[in-house]
Protein backbone atom coordinates (compact mmCIF):
# COMPACT_ATOMS: atom_id res chain seq x y z
CA UNK A 1 0.00 0.00 0.00
CA UNK A 2 1.23 3.51 -0.60
CA UNK A 3 0.30 6.76 1.94
CA UNK A 4 0.99 10.18 2.11
CA UNK A 5 0.99 11.38 5.81
CA UNK A 6 0.69 14.94 5.38
CA UNK A 7 1.80 17.29 8.86
CA UNK A 8 4.80 15.14 10.71
CA UNK A 9 4.13 16.22 14.15
CA UNK A 10 4.09 13.53 17.12
CA UNK A 11 1.14 11.41 15.58
CA UNK A 12 2.37 12.24 12.25
CA UNK A 13 5.95 10.61 12.36
CA UNK A 14 4.84 7.67 14.66
CA UNK A 15 2.26 6.94 12.11
CA UNK A 16 4.55 7.27 9.14
CA UNK A 17 6.84 4.99 10.90
CA UNK A 18 5.18 2.14 11.83
CA UNK A 19 3.28 1.69 8.27
CA UNK A 20 6.87 1.46 7.01
CA UNK A 21 8.45 -0.85 8.69
CA UNK A 22 5.19 -3.05 7.79
CA UNK A 23 6.17 -3.07 4.18
CA UNK A 24 4.42 -0.30 3.05
CA UNK A 25 5.29 2.71 0.86
CA UNK A 26 4.87 6.18 2.75
CA UNK A 27 5.78 9.74 2.07
CA UNK A 28 5.64 12.08 4.83
CA UNK A 29 4.87 15.67 4.34
CA UNK A 30 5.34 18.15 5.78
CA UNK A 31 6.59 22.78 5.74
CA UNK A 32 9.03 22.50 8.02
CA UNK A 33 12.62 21.45 6.53
CA UNK A 34 13.82 19.96 10.47
CA UNK A 35 10.94 17.53 10.58
CA UNK A 36 11.50 16.28 7.10
CA UNK A 37 15.18 16.34 7.78
CA UNK A 38 14.62 14.41 11.10
CA UNK A 39 12.27 11.93 9.52
CA UNK A 40 14.02 11.23 5.98
CA UNK A 41 15.94 8.17 7.30
CA UNK A 42 13.11 6.39 8.45
CA UNK A 43 10.64 6.05 5.99
CA UNK A 44 10.54 5.79 2.62
CA UNK A 45 10.30 9.72 1.33
CA UNK A 46 9.78 12.73 2.83
CA UNK A 47 8.83 15.79 1.41
CA UNK A 48 8.50 19.54 2.49
CA UNK A 49 6.07 21.76 0.69
CA UNK A 50 3.51 23.92 1.88
CA UNK A 51 0.18 21.79 1.61
CA UNK A 52 -2.44 23.98 1.29
CA UNK A 53 -0.27 25.41 -2.30
CA UNK A 54 -2.41 23.55 -4.90
CA UNK A 55 0.72 24.28 -7.23
CA UNK A 56 2.96 22.33 -4.69
CA UNK A 57 1.19 19.16 -3.97
CA UNK A 58 1.19 19.02 -7.76
CA UNK A 59 4.12 17.21 -7.33
CA UNK A 60 2.59 14.44 -5.26
CA UNK A 61 2.06 11.26 -6.89
CA UNK A 62 -1.77 11.30 -5.51
CA UNK A 63 -3.44 9.28 -8.36
CA UNK A 64 -0.76 6.87 -7.63
CA UNK A 65 -1.73 6.80 -3.61
CA UNK A 66 -3.68 4.59 -2.00
CA UNK A 67 -4.61 6.68 1.50
CA UNK A 68 -4.05 10.06 1.94
CA UNK A 69 -4.32 10.87 6.14
CA UNK A 70 -3.85 14.91 7.25
CA UNK A 71 -2.43 14.44 10.75
CA UNK A 72 -2.01 18.65 10.86
CA UNK A 73 -3.15 19.35 14.49
CA UNK A 74 -1.31 22.63 15.71
CA UNK A 75 -3.58 24.78 13.20
CA UNK A 76 -7.19 24.06 11.92
CA UNK A 77 -7.31 26.58 9.17
CA UNK A 78 -4.46 24.96 7.47
CA UNK A 79 -5.79 21.51 8.74
CA UNK A 80 -9.13 22.86 6.26
CA UNK A 81 -7.40 24.04 3.74
CA UNK A 82 -5.14 21.09 3.20
CA UNK A 83 -8.12 18.80 3.80
CA UNK A 84 -10.64 21.01 0.80
CA UNK A 85 -7.24 20.92 -1.52
CA UNK A 86 -7.23 16.48 -0.93
CA UNK A 87 -10.98 16.26 -1.31
CA UNK A 88 -10.78 18.61 -4.83
CA UNK A 89 -8.22 16.37 -6.24
CA UNK A 90 -10.40 13.10 -5.81
CA UNK A 91 -7.85 10.80 -3.78
CA UNK A 92 -8.60 7.48 -3.19
CA UNK A 93 -9.30 7.26 0.49
CA UNK A 94 -8.57 10.71 2.58
CA UNK A 95 -8.48 10.51 6.56
CA UNK A 96 -8.86 13.68 8.31
CA UNK A 97 -7.46 14.74 11.90
CA UNK A 98 -10.57 16.59 14.09
CA UNK A 99 -9.17 18.55 17.03
CA UNK A 100 -12.86 19.40 18.47
CA UNK A 101 -16.28 18.66 17.55
CA UNK A 102 -17.07 21.70 15.81
CA UNK A 103 -13.99 20.93 13.71
CA UNK A 104 -14.96 17.60 13.07
CA UNK A 105 -18.66 18.87 12.09
CA UNK A 106 -16.90 21.82 9.73
CA UNK A 107 -15.11 18.25 7.96
CA UNK A 108 -17.91 16.66 7.63
CA UNK A 109 -19.56 18.85 6.24
CA UNK A 110 -16.66 18.79 3.53
CA UNK A 111 -17.60 15.18 3.30
CA UNK A 112 -14.64 13.39 4.99
CA UNK A 113 -16.17 10.21 6.72
CA UNK A 114 -12.77 9.02 8.29
CA UNK A 115 -11.40 10.42 10.78
CA UNK A 116 -8.14 10.46 13.38
CA UNK A 117 -8.63 11.53 16.78
CA UNK A 118 -4.87 11.68 18.10
CA UNK A 119 -5.88 12.56 21.86
CA UNK A 120 -7.72 9.67 22.11
CA UNK A 121 -5.89 7.12 19.69
CA UNK A 122 -2.41 5.53 19.33
CA UNK A 123 -0.40 5.81 15.87
CA UNK A 124 -0.45 1.79 16.46
CA UNK A 125 -3.96 1.14 16.63
CA UNK A 126 -4.38 3.14 12.94
CA UNK A 127 -1.30 1.37 11.88
CA UNK A 128 -3.37 -1.51 12.14
CA UNK A 129 -6.57 -0.44 10.91
CA UNK A 130 -4.45 0.27 8.14
CA UNK A 131 -3.05 -2.52 7.68
CA UNK A 132 -6.05 -4.76 7.80
CA UNK A 133 -8.16 -4.65 5.32
CA UNK A 134 -12.03 -3.92 6.35
CA UNK A 135 -10.86 -2.98 10.06
CA UNK A 136 -12.39 0.12 11.51
CA UNK A 137 -10.59 -0.38 15.53
CA UNK A 138 -8.41 -2.32 17.13
CA UNK A 139 -7.31 -2.62 20.51
CA UNK A 140 -4.18 -4.76 21.84
CA UNK A 141 -5.31 -7.07 24.51
CA UNK A 142 -1.93 -8.80 24.73
CA UNK A 143 0.48 -10.34 22.40
CA UNK A 144 -0.53 -10.90 18.93
CA UNK A 145 -4.03 -11.07 20.63
CA UNK A 146 -6.40 -8.02 19.56
CA UNK A 147 -10.19 -7.40 19.31
CA UNK A 148 -11.07 -5.69 16.61
CA UNK A 149 -14.18 -3.95 14.89
CA UNK A 150 -14.32 -4.96 10.89
CA UNK A 151 -17.48 -4.51 8.32
CA UNK A 152 -19.09 -7.14 7.47
CA UNK A 153 -17.55 -9.10 4.31
CA UNK A 154 -19.83 -9.79 1.67
CA UNK A 155 -19.73 -13.57 1.82
CA UNK A 156 -20.67 -13.71 5.56
CA UNK A 157 -23.93 -11.13 5.02
CA UNK A 158 -27.09 -13.11 6.23
CA UNK A 159 -25.76 -15.49 7.81
CA UNK A 160 -25.95 -16.35 11.53
CA UNK A 161 -22.87 -17.04 13.55
CA UNK A 162 -24.05 -19.93 13.77
CA UNK A 163 -24.03 -21.27 10.24
CA UNK A 164 -20.44 -19.19 10.04
CA UNK A 165 -19.02 -21.54 12.87
CA UNK A 166 -16.15 -19.01 13.28
CA UNK A 167 -15.03 -20.51 16.47
CA UNK A 168 -14.23 -23.83 14.93
CA UNK A 169 -12.82 -22.51 11.23
CA UNK A 170 -10.85 -19.45 12.59
CA UNK A 171 -10.43 -19.93 16.49
CA UNK A 172 -11.97 -16.45 16.68
CA UNK A 173 -15.04 -14.86 18.55
CA UNK A 174 -17.27 -12.79 17.94
CA UNK A 175 -18.04 -10.52 20.86
CA UNK A 176 -21.28 -8.09 19.42
CA UNK A 177 -22.31 -6.48 16.04
CA UNK A 178 -22.97 -2.89 15.68
CA UNK A 179 -25.85 -1.19 13.17
CA UNK A 180 -25.10 2.52 11.90
CA UNK A 181 -27.76 5.26 11.19
CA UNK A 182 -27.38 8.32 10.99
CA UNK A 183 -27.91 11.96 12.69
CA UNK A 184 -27.56 15.30 12.26
CA UNK A 185 -24.49 16.77 13.79
CA UNK A 186 -23.48 20.05 15.31
CA UNK A 187 -23.64 22.29 11.84
CA UNK A 188 -26.88 20.14 10.83
CA UNK A 189 -24.95 17.56 8.34
CA UNK A 190 -25.82 14.13 8.58
CA UNK A 191 -23.55 11.81 10.20
CA UNK A 192 -23.12 7.91 11.46
CA UNK A 193 -23.90 6.99 14.90
CA UNK A 194 -23.05 3.32 16.16
CA UNK A 195 -25.09 1.34 18.23
CA UNK A 196 -23.92 -2.28 20.05
CA UNK A 197 -26.19 -5.17 19.53
CA UNK A 198 -25.54 -6.38 23.03
CA UNK A 199 -23.78 -9.93 23.25
CA UNK A 200 -23.38 -12.06 20.06
CA UNK A 201 -25.40 -15.59 20.81
CA UNK A 202 -24.92 -18.23 17.98
CA UNK A 203 -28.67 -16.70 16.34
CA UNK A 204 -27.07 -13.44 15.70
CA UNK A 205 -27.22 -12.12 11.85
CA UNK A 206 -24.53 -10.55 10.15
CA UNK A 207 -26.26 -8.32 7.92
CA UNK A 208 -24.66 -6.13 5.47
CA UNK A 209 -22.97 -2.51 6.66
CA UNK A 210 -23.24 -3.99 10.08
CA UNK A 211 -20.05 -3.96 12.10
CA UNK A 212 -18.41 -7.23 13.88
CA UNK A 213 -16.27 -7.10 17.25
CA UNK A 214 -14.02 -9.85 17.02
CA UNK A 215 -11.65 -11.50 19.50
CA UNK A 216 -8.47 -13.48 18.53
CA UNK A 217 -4.90 -14.03 17.25
CA UNK A 218 -4.41 -11.05 14.49
CA UNK A 219 -3.61 -13.52 11.80
CA UNK A 220 -6.41 -15.66 12.36
CA UNK A 221 -8.77 -12.39 11.92
CA UNK A 222 -6.49 -11.41 8.75
CA UNK A 223 -8.33 -15.15 7.39
CA UNK A 224 -11.25 -14.33 8.52
CA UNK A 225 -11.47 -11.15 6.84
CA UNK A 226 -9.33 -12.07 3.95
CA UNK A 227 -11.77 -12.02 0.19
CA UNK A 228 -12.13 -15.21 -1.85
Same mark, same amino acid.
Given at each position: ???III?L?N??????E?????? #?? /???? &????? %?VE???E? *?T????? &????P?A???L???????V??? *??E??G /????A??L??RL?????IG??VS????G???????????HPE? =?T?E??A? %???? %??????F =???????? *???????K????????????? #??? /??????????????LV???R????A?G????K??? #???DI? /???GD??? *? =????? =??
Amino acid at each position: MKYIIIGLGNFGTSLAERLTRTG #NE /VIGV &DNKMT %KVEALKEN *ITHTVCL &DCTDPQAVTYLPLKDTDVVIIC *IGENEG /VNIMATALMKRLNVKRLIGRAVSPLHEGVLEAMGIEEFVHPED =ETAERWAK %KLNL %KGVIDSF =EVEGNYSI *IEATVPKKYEGKTLLELDFGK #NFN /VVVLTTITITKQKNLVGISRKVRKAQGVATSKTVL #NAGDII /VLYGDVKN *I =EKLLK =ED
